[in-house]
């Protein structure tokens, strides 16, 4: 069993930066891939970024790719998110998730653990 817990969201000005972490449970988190995902109001929840158990392999969606970067601690058994220049568009919940590396790139399920997200708001 894993549990995720994510932290750092806030407000932030556009063109600012944040640092979510996300924090887990559980001896066998480094066996997991982990991912962060985004939901907007009224958007579906997407895939934003991942990472292998090892992070030998990440992934990013177009829109964050040169913004954002994943890492991991599997010492500390936590993942990281950076987000440098912000705008107003990557405003959402935001989730970690663990699970198989495919499941976490396509999104559509076989995903084992979530996180109950955290809130990052960007003004413009």
């Known amino acids: 069993q894993v549990q995720l817990v994510e932290s750092g969201g806030g407000l932030v000005q556009a063109g600012g930066s944040l640092r979510l972490s996300c924090a887990a449970s559980?001896?066998?988190?480094?066996?997991?891939?982990t991912g962060w995902f985004r939901q907007a109001p009224g958007k579906e929840r997407e895939i934003v970024a991942a990472?292998?158990?090892?992070?030998?392999?990440?992934y990013y969606t177009d829109s964050v790719k040169g913004r954002f970067t994943i890492s991991r601690d599997n010492a500390k058994n936590t993942v990281y998110l950076q987000m440098n220049s912000l705008n107003p568009e990557d405003t959402a919940v935001y989730y970690c998730a663990a699970g198989g590396y495919t499941n976490l790139v396509r999104g559509t399920g076989g995903i084992d653990y979530w996180g109950k997200g955290t809130l990052v708001t960007v003004s413009s």
């Open positions: 990472i292998s158990s090892r992070a030998i392999n990440t």
């Open positions: 559980g001896r066998t988190f480094s066996s997991y891939s």
